[in-house]
Each structure stands twice: as C-alpha cells, then as structure tokens.
C-alpha cells in the first residue's frame, strides 16, 4: 500500500467502490452493488475471455446456490449444474457408498467455476451495465486508513496510469493479488498451514466411471474421481510436492488410477486423453482480520483452503453475499454493522472448513503416510462413517456445509 501522488488530480474518477479482482467473490460484490443501482468499477489483470475458461473445480453447496438466487445470480446454474447426492469411499478393496441425501435430504450441485464466472460476468456487465476493466496492469491500492482511499492501475489501450477515488475497495483478487500484501503483519495475523503432499490435479476426455465422486484410500496414496460433465471428468493422484507433471506420463497416470480406485465388484475406469495435468500442493492460509481502514478482503485473498474438501469456491460466495450486502447497507442507509461485523462473521465459517479439510486430509492421505499408527486411525474413522449414525450426521454436515451455526 502506497500514498498516491496522483489520487487528488481533476481527472481521477470517484465511485463508491473499487473491486479488485473478478473472480467469484468479485464479480457476485460488484453485482450485488449493481442491484442496489450503486456504482462500482471491477478491475481484473486477465482478459474476460482468459478468466471465462480458467479450470477451475465447480462444487456448489446447496446454501451457496440458494443466496445465488436470491439475488437474481444463478443463471443457468439451475438447468445446467448436476445435482450430487452420494459419494463413494474405495479403501481396503471395498466400495462403501455414502448416500447423504438419503440422510439429510440436501445434495451438492456440480457447475464448474468458470461457467459461473461466465454468468457472473454477463450478469454485471452485459445486463446490469456494471463497469469492468480487463488486463489492466500494475494495479496499486493508495490510502486505505483514511476516508478516501484510491487505486491506480495501468490502462491497457493507452499505458497511462488512471486512478480511481473510492469510498471503500474490495479486495478479491486471490492468493497472489496486491489486496492480499496490503495487509502487512502489523495490520493482520496471517495463519498457515502445510499439509506436505502435493495432488496431481487432471482432466481427462473421457466420460465419468461413476454416478457419484469417488474417493480412493490407499497405501499409495490418494485418488478422487469427480465428473465434471457427460464428456469430461476430474481426476486427482496424491503425489510428493512441488512435483513435475512430465513425471506422469498417461500410461503411469492411468495405472495409478486404476491401482488406487480399484474395489471389489467396481466396474473399470473409463481412460481417455488427459488434456490437463498439474500439481497442487496442498496448504491452508487465513488471514485475520480480513478488514483493514477501507480494504475488505473476500475470497482467496483473505483464505485458502487446500482442495481436500472442495470449499473454496463456497466460502467466496459466503464473504461475498456478506460483504455486497454490508456495503449496501452503509452506502445507503449508513449503517456500518455488517460492515463492523463482517471479518467476524466470516471467518466462523472459515475455521470451521479449515478444520473440516484437515480431518478429511487426514482420512485420505493417513494410510499412504508410512505411519502405521495414522493408518489405523484414518481407517478408523472411515469404518465408523458406516457403523455409527451419529458419526455420519455430523460428517454429512461438514461435507454439505449445512450447520446454521454460522
């Protein structure tokens, strides 16, 4: 964060907010806003076309897809998404179905991130005229402890700085973004945690071998299957760190595959071209408090959550009908408390994921972990999701993000 020399000159714009990043968290802020016919200018260093294709992973809790439509955003969510309510534990060589909407009556939606982001981004900009600028470059967050914070930004067609004055700036543009380093460790406590293990993340062209997500426990390591369309299905292999792709050529991928999801009576996997295949390595992060001055972050800019439990997208959608709401509130009615509240309020339901992903971090990579004392007990836990109802009630909680607690 820096003090702009150029924030007070005559042609610097004023908009009530700027939001930095069009992801989900920004793009749902900024259409929030838009409702309430208040502007705000989203600013996004990719180009719309780059960010509506992105792959990213696309598992929707039922609340989340409910607060969309509340709020006109679903699109074509309701028609388009698959609807989950079983998944499958392979371990031992067994298959164990876990049928939770048999057990609470609420299912997941499957709907890729990009084809919401999609939606999103028709939703503000082609429908309800909302302002967003694509590529820009070299984006700077000015003046953020006082009433009249600004952003400057690098205008792509011209390559002259622009600067806009704002009430409040909205920072969502994840992990690697400016908002996420203008909170310095005097202003936020920045929790971490490494889990070690990396995952091999792959999308093969080949339809879904089963009707429900599949999690493979195995000494080996990890495997999921998860569909993510009748064509196209998402595949993860637990791998060492910081791994190389090019050390996972197809035969290896599809032998590993096969190896760690295999069960008694479980048909085979269906193989096909593998079109992506990347490392992830598997790490939490939380800022707290996720305000500073007039700088609210939403999203991964204010939490990571390793992909272990497939939360992410969600809490982004949590910070974002929290804080779009909290900034209506003050900018036309001038009441602050969701405002004054919001870190707080979201960051219950982010340790409450964080913890969630780090038991089930444990289930699955346990018995791959060369301890036979974790392997025990991550097979402990999983036999007693199939022995104990009470042990299944509350996992299905978790994995459905049900609790109202929050």
Known sequence: MTTSPHANSPDAQHVPVVVVGAGPAGL???????????????????????????????????WAVRGLQQRGLAGRLP????????????????RYRFAYGDLTGRHHFVYPQPLLVTDLVHEYADVRGGDARFSVRDVELHDLDTDHPSVSYTCPATGRRRVLRCDFVVGADGARGVSRTALTRERARIARHDYGIGWLALLAEAPPSSDCVLFGVHPRGFAGHMARSPEVTRYYLQCPPGDDPGNWPHER???????????????????????????????????????????????????????IAAKGMNLALHDAFLLGD?????????????????????????????????????????????????????????????????????????????????
């Open 326 to 406: 909290a900034l209506v509130a003050r900018l036309t009615e001038g009441d602050g408390t969701g405002l004054d509240g919001y870190s707080e309020a979201c960051l219950r339901r982010v340790w409450d994921y964080q913890e969630f992903s780090q038991w089930l971090s444990e289930v699955y990579h346990g018995v791959a972990a060369g301890d036979p004392f974790r392997a025990g007990t991550a097979l402990a836990r999983l036999r007693r999701l199939f022995t104990s109802p009470a042990a299944a009630a509350a996992f299905a909680e978790q994995y459905l993000g049900t609790a109202e607690r929050y």
């Open 253 to 307: 991928v599809w032998a590993e595959l096969h190896e760690r999801l295999g069960a008694a009576g479980a048909p085979p996997l269906t193989e096909g071209r593998l079109i992506e295949k990347r490392v992830l390595d598997m790490h939490d992060y939380v800022v707290e408090p996720m305000a500073h001055g007039r700088l609210y972050l939403a999203g991964d800019a204010a939490h990571l959550v390793a992909p």
């Open 79 to 94: 028609e388009r998404a698959q609807q989950h309510t079983a998944c499958e534990f392979r371990f031992e060589g067994e």
């Open 28 to 62: 749902t802020v900024g259409n929030i806003l838009r409702a309430a016919h208040l502007d705000c200018v989203v600013l996004e260093t990719e180009s719309r076309e780059f960010i509506e294709r992105r792959p990213r992973a696309g598992v929707i809790e039922e």
